[in-house]
């Protein structure tokens, strides 16, 4: 089993940074992909980014050239790094991680909120 704890989110105004944390715990030595998805009142959950246990990178059009994803192997974390925050990014995001032979993992969410 995995676990996973997102940080990082809150209330900021558009054009603002943000960054988002997601620390994995547990059978972690089974991850691969990790990522984050966000979901907005009213509408389905999306994919912003994702990276793999080698970086290997992948965004949403909507966010790319604003947001960017890393990861400390050794610290089991994903970061999402947020600039030129908009209006529409305001959502629900959860981490993410894909593991080995087993259903993807959720983590429980953070809200982000941009303010006009």
């Known amino acids: 089993q995995v676990q996973l704890v997102e940080s990082g989110g809150g209330l900021v105004q558009a054009g603002g940074s943000l960054r988002l944390s997601c620390a994995a715990s547990?059978?972690?030595?089974?991850?691969?992909?990790m990522g984050w998805y966000r979901q907005a009142p009213g509408k389905q959950r999306e994919l912003v980014a994702t990276?793999?246990?080698?970086?290997?990178?992948n965004f949403a059009d909507s966010v790319k050239g604003r947001f960017t994803i890393s990861r400390d192997n050794a610290l089991n974390t994903v970061y999402l790094q947020m600039n030129s925050l908009k209006p529409e990014d305001t959502a629900v995001y959860y981490c993410?991680?894909?593991?080995?032979?087993?259903?993807?993992?959720w983590g429980k969410g953070t809200l982000v909120t941009v303010s006009s």
């Open positions: 993410n991680a894909e593991a080995l032979g087993d259903m993807p993992y």
């Open positions: 547990g059978t972690v030595f089974r991850i691969n992909a």
């Open positions: 990276i793999t246990s080698v970086g290997r990178t």
